[in-house]
């Protein structure tokens, strides 16, 4: 792992501890978790599992395919 400082003004900072305490970790702990969320690749597909079928998601849609015979003859 790696160490990254960050310079946050005192009203984020209280923030941070406040919302570290309601979640049961220290702030190093919720801070590192938020940037990994914040940093997280997104699948530029994923939107297509906010429309009204269960099926599949964006990122699953190869599969769905594949088991659903698309491409076959």
Known sequence: ???LTV???EGA?????RRAEREGVDPATL????ITEATAE???????GS???DATRGRDSDQFLADHG???S
Do not use: H, N
């Open 1 to 3: 792992m790696a160490t």
């Open 7 to 9: 310079e946050l003004d």
């Open 13 to 17: 900072v209280g923030r941070l501890r």
């Open 31 to 34: 801070a590192a978790r938020i």
């Open 42 to 48: 997104q699948d530029p597909f994923d939107f297509a």
């Open 51 to 53: 429309f009204a079928s």
């Open 70 to 72: 698309f491409g076959e």
